[in-house]
């Protein structure tokens, strides 16, 4: 087991992983792995409707790190914590090392994936 801090960016980028992933084709008992590890890392009715979350005009995706979108407000783009099992963690160490290899990794979004990396114990060649 292991336990993970992620805050909004590292799951969104986490899901989006899993779900090109999960394009590539597996057997039923894979991808029903991969679906229990979206749900882990998906977010709530309410966590929804607190980051608003909208896309931009150019695809990318927005939300609110402070309550109701102020400036001022409460912070709640906070850490929250996700237990892994040993085989949900060796999903993901596979889908680095495999994204890595292929060098499907971009400069976009970088430092979350640096740090997603950290977490699940997944070294690369610095």
Known sequence: MKTIEVKTIHRLLTIELLNVYGKEGH????????MKLIDKFDF???????F???QTEDGR????????????GEDIDIAKEIELSDEQVEILVGIFKSRDEKKEFTTADVKP??????????????
């Open 27 to 34: 057997t039923l008992s894979q991808v029903n792995k991969v």
């Open 44 to 50: 709530s009715e309410e966590e929804r409707q607190a």
């Open 52 to 54: 608003g979350f909208k």
């Open 61 to 72: 995706l927005s939300w609110h790190v402070k309550r109701d979108g102020s400036l001022d």
């Open 113 to 126: 994936y640096f740090e997603i990396a950290e977490q699940i114990d997944y070294k690369f060649e610095e």
